[in-house]
T-cell receptor, first 115, second 116 residues
Framework: QKEVEQDPGPLSVPEGAIVSLNCTYSNSAFQYFMWYRQYSRKGPELLMY????GNKEDGRFTAQVDKSSKYISLFIRDSQPSDSATYLCAMIPGYSGGSNYKLTFGKGTLLTVNP | GAGVSQSPRYKVAKRGQDVALRCDPI?????LFWYQQALGQGPEFLTYFQNEAQLDKSGLPSDRFFAERPEGSVSTLKIQRTQQEDSAVYLC??????????????FGPGTRLTVT
């Protein structure tokens, strides 16, 4: 079993829909939780990060972390065709967890937003 | 400003050939990382440099893989005697520091290696 599990999709939604993406993980040392967006033939681009548990909102994007369930989510409101990309979750241990620089990624979910 | 750049963007190698992939990090960034992304997978950590020191090479898949950053700036990932399973996108990332903000790694566009 991989440390981080993510449903690869693909996920196809109409423009304006609310999108929910999520990941589960097994390593309780993870403290930083990130979402990256990767367009085709480009490198991953950091969208949002959360430290420990809780919610974080940035415009149309909301990230949630539930450490008790080892489950993280990204919600995209009012989705746009320009949001079409692969979304990768990634995690890093806290300072005392060792290797607190090594990103561990999920497989990525391919999202298509149709006009 | 300029981001992380990688060259070449695409490389086709015959099985058994050696290849060298270059990464130019963001100017002033102390930390540099290499990741390997197989088709349909998330990136996987290969190695980490702080300045010229290679602090972690635990992700390198075999002794055919070698990375260096001799002057603490540009880095080269070398793969000797390439095999078909080495076909992947090789991503380089850099960050100003890892303490405090370990999540701030900026990725380059990657080098797509195809071994035939």
């Amino acid at each position: 079993q991989k440390e981080v599990e993510q449903d690869p999709g693909p996920l196809s939604v109409p423009e304006g829909a609310i999108v929910s993406l999520n990941c589960t993980y097994s390593n309780s040392a993870f403290q930083y939780f990130m979402w990256y967006r990767q367009y085709s033939r480009k490198g991953p681009e950091l969208l949002m990060y959360t430290y420990s548990s809780g919610n974080k909102e940035d415009g149309r994007f909301t990230a949630q972390v539930d450490k008790s369930s080892k489950y993280i989510s990204l919600f995209i409101r009012d989705s746009q065709p320009s949001d079409s990309a692969t979304y990768l979750c990634a995690m890093i241990p806290g300072y005392s967890g060792g290797s607190n620089y090594k990103l561990t990624f999920g497989k990525g979910t391919l999202l298509t937003v149709n006009p | 400003g300029a981001g992380v750049s990688q060259s070449p963007r695409y490389k086709v190698a015959k099985r058994g050939q050696d290849v060298a992939l270059r990464c130019d990090p963001i100017s002033g960034h102390v930390s540099l990382f290499w990741y390997q992304q197989a088709l349909g997978q998330g990136p996987e950590f290969l190695t980490y440099f702080q300045n010229e020191a290679q602090l972690d090479k635990s992700g390198l898949p075999s002794d055919r893989f070698f990375a260096e950053r001799p002057e603490g700036s540009v880095s080269t990932l070398k793969i000797q005697r390439t095999q078909q399973e080495d076909s992947a996108v090789y991503l380089c990332a850099s960050s100003l520091e890892v303490s405090g903000r370990p999540y701030e790694q900026y990725f380059g566009p990657g080098t797509r290696l195809t071994v035939t």
